[in-house]
């Protein structure tokens, strides 16, 4: 689970921003709200010259340049900028906010009318590529990469935790005509395990919330919404590693671990397919992709040249060696025996 969590380093800036957007509007909050602040005539000009040049600064700076987004983003983080300040500054603080206001209004048009245009463009590829295939998360993918660019990975983790959680029971296995599944959670015990460890988690978040509201109540908020989430999440893994078995195809076998690994492995390069009893030992080139499956994994994938397999917000892990756990691993093996020949 702790290699799941470490975040690629792709998301590094768009962390920083964070951050520092969030230092920036903790510290105006607390000028504003100060005593005097309506004895200094400075303060509110400072106040929107942070919100409205500072702010975008940094999202240029941190975002735009690093994830090459194009430079018309910007007017984005201005807009919430414009939105922080009026919600900060009071009425008569900067009367021209007033115009600016009526400014950002029609931009708020422009933009909503935009982003639909965009979301069409992604509906439309998304359906295009359902039928050819009936991954949820690649079909996601190949839609919103023409459009989205390098935030796609991290808005379809987002989307696909949102899909499954929500669908539930009602999600419906992703398999397509000609593709033989491998279950990956009937004979281990997923489901049981993972409803434990959510129930544990449930009972560890009431007694933080409780412990540390006692001192610091928005602190504890804060980290009962991160708790919630990461319930969600689990609901969610547990879902889609129902709805994703594995899969043997007529050209790769394709390993799917719920919201967390995927590799599509030729016939070609696979060199060996082993059973195993008990996990192998950590080496430089190997993923137990099992892990995640709370079960120790049954099958050694032995790789010709290394794949790239990818996770969840664009986390990419190259390997050698992929060891697996499916229900019926015997059969799986024989399936690609005679796939290979």
């Known amino acids: 689970m ?6 690629p380093a792709r998301l590094g800036p768009g962390l ?4 520092l957007a969030a230092g920036i509007i903790a510290t105006e909050y607390a000028v504003v709200h100060r005593a005097d602040f309506g004895q200094h005539p400075a303060l509110p000009p400072a106040v929107a010259a942070d919100l409205l040049l500072v702010l975008p600064g940094l999202f240029y700076l941190c975002v735009v340049r690093r994830y090459q987004l194009s430079i018309s983003t910007v007017a984005a983080a201005f807009g919430g900028g414009l939105a922080l300040s009026h919600w900060l500054l009071p009425a008569t603080a900067l009367p021209l906010l007033a115009w600016a206001g009526r400014l950002a209004a029609v931009g708020e048009v422009a933009t909503v009318a935009y982003a639909g245009v965009r979301v069409r463009r992604i509906w439309r590829g998304y359906q295009a590529a359902r039928s050819q295939s009936a991954d949820f998360i690649g079909n996601l993918r190949a839609a919103t990469q023409p459009v989205l660019g390098r935030l796609t990975e991290a808005i379809i ?6 899909r499954y959680a929500l669908l539930g029971p009602w999600a419906r296995p992703e398999v397509a005509v000609g593709e033989v599944p491998f279950t990956t959670y009937r004979q281990s015990g997923f489901a049981a395990l993972l409803a434990t460890f959510a129930g544990l988690s449930v009972l560890e978040m009431a007694v933080a919330h409780l412990l540390v509201g006692h001192w610091w109540p928005t602190a504890a908020w804060w ?3 991160l708790s919630a989430y990461t319930l969600l999440w689990l609901g969610a893994h547990g879902q889609a590693v129902r709805c994703r078995p594995v899969l043997r195809t007529p050209k790769a076998l394709v390993v799917r671990v719920g919201l967390a690994w995927h590799a599509a492995i030729p ?6 397919v082993e059973l195993l009893t008990d996990a192998p030992a950590p080496a430089p080139g190997l993923l137990n992709t099992a892990r995640l499956l709370l079960a120790p994994p049954n099958l050694l994938l032995t790789l010709a040249a290394p794949l790239v397999v990818q996770g969840p917000y664009g986390l990419r892990r190259p390997v050698r ?6 229900d019926e691993p015997a059969a799986l093996r024989q399936l690609v025996a005679a796939s290979r020949a």
């Open 267 to 272: 016939y070609e390069q696979l060199l060996s």
């Open 321 to 326: 060696r992929l060891a697996i756990y499916v």
């Open 16 to 19: 920083l921003f964070g951050l």
């Open 2 to 7: 702790a290699g799941l969590l470490r975040l």
């Open 223 to 225: 980290l009962t919404g």
């Open 157 to 162: 983790t987002e989307v696909a935790v949102l």
